[in-house]
């Protein structure tokens, strides 16, 4: 990495710029995580159609689906964090991706969860050892680890390790995606991150949309909290080494 394009994330990335930058998103991002999972909630709920086969349990698609898509997005920005504090040093990058990676932690277990849920009526069976169910399972066991890792100690060399840990894993990202392509697996293939017209009706998307808007916001906002607590606690450490 360039000296100057280094000094400029140090600028960046400082402590005051980065905590200044979550106070002024957090009421933005926690009003739309409020707004926008009620009126999702109340829509896919109470307005959205049931489904023709599988009737009212294709509900838990507004909790599963988004839960999933973030799970993966949360894992891939912790990754990309995570390369950019390796090269960069900078102690920020680590710092985000330590803030983010418990809620993509929790959405994996919703995920996994709500996806039993909809399998035992669907399918016949809470769960079955195929590409999608078992690359999402390995997903959850990769943010243990690096949780485990990361929150184990302060030391750089720990946290190295763990960020190395977390983008070698960031390989099983699009083994999750394109798993039900590329193997024979009971789940379902995508019915919207396709080429073609998305294979589901505006009356169901519009509610699968805010929802996943929720779960971002969301996730954004306990971020952001998350983010703020760890530099805090990082410069009272470093105030009481000194």
């Not at 400082?14 to 109340?42: E, N, Y």
Request: proline share 4%; glycine share 8%.
């Amino acid at each position: 990495m360039s000296f100057s394009l280094k000094s400029q994330l140090i600028k960046i990335f400082k402590a005051r710029h980065v905590l200044g930058f979550c106070d002024k998103l957090l009421p933005f991002a926690g009003s739309i995580a409020l707004i926008s999972l009620l009126i999702g909630t109340l829509w896919g709920i109470f307005y959205a159609p049931a489904d023709y086969q599988q009737g009212d349990i294709f509900r838990i698609m507004y909790v599963h689906v988004p839960a999933s898509w973030w799970a993966l997005g949360i894992y891939m920005f912790a990754a990309t964090f995570s390369v950019l504090g390796l090269i960069s040093r900078i102690p920020i990058c680590f710092l985000i991706a330590k803030a983010f990676a418990p809620i993509g932690a929790g959405f994996t277990v919703i995920s996994l969860i709500t996806g039993a849920i909809w399998g035992k009526p669907t399918w016949g069976t809470w769960w079955v050892w195929d590409a999608r169910l078992t690359s999402m399972l390995i997903l959850l066991f990769l943010y243990i680890g690096y949780l485990n890792l990361s929150f184990k100690s302060y030391n750089e060399r720990t946290l190295n390790f763990a960020s190395i840990v977390l983008v070698i894993g960031s390989l099983n990202i699009p083994i999750i995606k394109w798993s039900v392509d590329w193997w024979y697996t009971l789940h379902q293939p995508a019915s919207l991150m396709r080429f073609a017209k998305p294979a589901i009706h505006s009356s169901m998307l519009w509610p699968l949309l805010i929802m996943a808007l929720g779960f971002g916001a969301y996730a954004l906002t306990f971020g952001c909290l998350n983010l703020k607590f760890l530099i805090q606690q990082r410069q009272q450490q470093r105030d009481t080494i000194e």
